[in-house]
């Protein structure tokens, strides 16, 4: 056992712990306790099947598709929205541990070790990005039922898309639920912003049938270019309104902004509470 | 209110290594939230080796010290030093320095002991074959060698506080802090906790600071910080600071009522005597031979009487006028009421 030099009180500089191991056992953690709790699993991924049946099956009777070739039937068309909604449920609720680890001591004590703080971000938001992504990636057992073919290289392209959104909305999440000091305030943001968001993003209705000032949000949306990237991969020929190389650069500008957004939510040191 | 900021020289106390300088070295240190003060202007040092104690009630600006120690607030005013580091300024170097183990529980639960001292171990840079022995070191260190496959939440509120502290241990930190760490804990679990606490001190040579609002485990510490309303009230060894009351703590029930009995007290025997809820308290030497005195000076007023000697937490009536649990803190502390 060590014994410390109790006659020299004073710090002797030792090498901090970096930023990829102290990211890295972050994110361990992070995926490690998500599967450990099999509800959660089970939640994320049955509430967006439940959705997309419902909804799906329900629209697609009631009323007309407007969308065209490749796509015949209504649950064909909200299957891309049906995957960005279970992302989105995965990386948001994930990001929910930010509020619980600083309601216990989690985050107190990784918040005093030699740690930076762009290595806590990384951590967390790329152990979210990894279970939106792997929950995303889950659902596509079920594209032949929407009338999806795939191969390697499709599902390659797709995971590359999923992972974009998932990351850009894990730290979107990750800059919302910092602040926060409680999940009920949490729920209401994810209620009051983030659904929305959601039900803009081409994933219910396209943005052609849209009306003037609905089109201009959705054509704000981040959402609307991961929905419009998976539509042209997932069915090939369908009308969209911008090529999927404009929806990918996109996406990336979307992710990089809301981690830096994040980063700098955990970056102020402040003279309140830390908890 | 009486807030008296009393001298705190520390007089009797011999320093056995006078040139041993302080491992951490509070020097008036303020600290303001928006609508309060909880910290005005505190100052003291803790020696290396030593167990350190701040002892005060809930609201008595202790926990923001804490924090403001173990680098996760800064000071509105002042600085404080730990092994030579500025807290406010040079906290990354620090934190490699020091073990902190907060009120809150830390661990998590869904996962192993093992797993979760690991998951600590990497924090502080520690990996591999290195970290896997040191784990195994720290887990029978604290009684848990043969339980580090389980996981947390199967393990009762004593073990997980055990893992708290092994966590804090992992890196080997010449200074150890912990924020009111027996809370939840029984009896049992807290005689081990102080143990263990003191076993660190004496084997290891940590220097250990803690907080508490429990003045049995004030007691235990080689020297106390008292705290109150932000302010430090007292400083020294628990002996020392029970023997500056001199002599014993006197205290009367008013059969009518104490505002008045203290009034005559005062008249008859020219002794400060402080009004305590329905009580009145004395602090004079000899005590038995003032009993037969008051009691037949004023028949009738008193109901009940007592002589002790003094306890800390006379220390801190002494020093603050008021009991250690009151209800409101900012209201007339004197009409305090009794919660223990």
Known sequence: ?????????????????????????????????????????????????????????????????????????????????????????????????????????????????????????????????????????????????????????????????????????????????????????????????????????????????????????????????????????????????????????????????????????????????AA | MVSKVAPLADAGWEPTHPSVPSVISVQNLVHRYENRTALNGVSFDVRSAELFGLLGPNGSGKTTLFRILSTLMIPTAGRAFVLGCDVAREASRLRNQIGVVFQAQSVDPKLTAYENLWHQGHLYGLRGGALKKRIQEILSRVGLADRGKERVETFSGGMQRRIELAKGLLHRPGVLLLDEPTTGLDPGARRDLWQYLQMLRDEEHVSVLVTTHLMEEAEKCDRLAIMNEGNLVALGTPAQLKTEIGGDVILLDAAKDAGSLAEQIRLHFHVA????????????????????????????????????????????????????????????????????
């Open chain 1, 1 to 273: 056992m060590a014994t410390q030099a109790a006659s020299i009180p004073r710090a002797t500089p030792q090498p901090s712990a970096g930023l990829v191991l102290p990211a890295f056992t972050l994110w361990w953690r992070e995926v490690v306790r998500f599967y450990r709790q099999t509800t959660r699993v089970i939640g994320v991924l049955a509430s967006p099947l439940v959705f997309w049946l419902v909804i799906g099956s329900g629209f697609g009777t009631s009323f007309r598709s407007g969308a065209g070739a490749g796509q015949e039937h209504y649950l064909d068309y909200f299957y891309p929205g049906a995957l960005i909604m279970i992302i989105l449920f995965t990386s948001i609720f994930t990001m929910m541990s930010v509020i619980e680890d600083r309601k216990e001591g989690f985050l107190l004590s990784v918040l005093v070790a030699p740690v930076p703080r762009s290595a806590i971000v990384l951590g967390k938001v790329l152990g979210g990005t990894t279970l939106a992504a792997i929950q995303g990636m889950i659902f596509l057992i079920f594209a032949p039922f929407a009338g999806v073919h795939l191969d390697p290289v499709k599902i390659l392209l797709v995971g590359v898309v999923v992972f974009l959104v998932s990351f850009a909305l894990t730290a979107l999440g990750f800059a919302i639920a910092w602040p926060m000091d409680s999940t009920q305030a949490f729920h209401g943001i994810v209620n009051l912003f983030l659904i929305p968001l959601w039900l803009l993003s081409g994933a219910l209705f396209p943005l052609s049938g849209a009306s003037g000032w609905i089109r201009i949000i959705m054509r704000l949306n981040p959402l609307t270019y991961g929905v419009e990237g998976l539509r042209q991969l997932l069915y090939p020929g369908t009308p969209t309104s911008f090529p999927l190389s404009s929806d990918t650069a996109t996406l990336v500008v979307f992710s990089l902004v809301m981690f830096a957004i994040a980063f700098l939510m955990a970056n102020r040191r402040t003279t309140r509470p």
């Open chain 2, 273 to 340: 005597a402080t009004v305590l809820g329905n009580q009145v308290r004395i602090e004079r030497e000899n005590g038995h031979h003032f009993v037969p005195d008051v009691v037949e000076a004023l028949p009738g007023e008193i109901q009940a009487i007592s002589v002790s000697k003094p306890s800390l937490e006379d220390v801190f009536i002494h020093r603050t006028g008021h009991k250690f649990w009151s209800e409101s803190m900012d209201e007339n502390s004197n009409s305090g009421e009794k919660r223990r």
